[in-house]
């Protein structure tokens, strides 16, 4: 079945340390997004991806990284420089961008800084 | 810029009662209107769209009509069961960047 598969769903983080959180779809779609949720806060774009080896920073994009060496794949890595990284972590795709097409979205990822 | 303002929650109802979240949003041109929902530890699904005026978008009991006049998107059901219970979030898809943008979401809890 497609769909899209993120990894692990908890995450444990030491102050200081980076971790990377995996996204991988088999939809064929182009475009790729992360999001953050908080309680109460939706859901905040970090960052998204429209095409193979380009990507843009979302609204909330600092103390993150990521890379789409491939078109299956868009892993978000959260560094040490990101100061509040406890959240659930969604990635998600579309076949274009997101103008009238369904987004697909993973079961998340729970972060949380131990 | 362009937004969504959907109303908050928690709503609370029994089984059976109706089910109304408000959305409303601000956009240039003609986007598209989304209703997704979140079920506890799980990422969103699309629950139901809509693209142009006047659509309504209906799946699993629950509707949506696009009203270009009025800016809004209001989700119903005419009787809410309690696998209903989850955060329901609007979006609309517009812009250049092609992006979806979010409302708050609302949490729906329903009582047996």
């Known amino acids: 079945d497609g769909g899209i598969t993120q990894s692990p769903k908890y995450l444990f983080r030491k102050e200081g340390q980076n971790v990377t959180l995996s996204c991988e779809q088999n939809?064929?779609?182009?475009?790729m997004y992360w999001y953050r949720q908080d309680p109460g806060q939706g859901l905040r774009l970090i960052y998204y991806s429209q095409i193979v080896n380009d990507f843009q920073k979302g609204d909330i994009a600092e103390g993150y990284s990521v890379s789409r060496e491939k078109k299956e794949s868009f892993p978000l890595t959260v560094t040490s420089a990101q100061k509040n990284p406890t959240a659930f972590y969604l990635c998600a795709s579309t076949a274009r961008g997101a103008l009238n097409t369904e987004a697909f979205f993973g079961q998340g990822t729970r972060l949380t800084v131990v | 810029g362009d937004s969504v303002t959907q109303m908050e929650g928690p709503v609370t109802l029994s089984e059976e009662a109706f089910l109304t979240i408000n959305c409303t949003y601000t956009?240039?041109?003609?986007?598209?209107l989304f209703w997704y929902v979140q079920y506890p530890g799980e990422g969103l699904q699309l629950l139901l769209k809509a693209t142009k005026a006047d659509d309504k978008g209906s799946n699993k009991g629950f509707e949506a009509t696009y009203r270009k006049e009025t800016t809004s998107f209001h989700l119903e059901k005419g009787s809410v069961q309690v696998s209903d219970s989850a955060v329901y979030f609007c979006?609309?898809?517009?812009?250049?960047?092609?992006?979806?943008?979010w409302g708050l979401g609302t949490s729906l809890a329903v009582n047996p």
């Open positions: 939809l064929n779609h182009d475009a």
């Open positions: 956009a240039t041109g003609y986007p598209s």
């Open positions: 979006a609309l898809g517009a812009g250049n960047n092609r992006k979806l943008i």
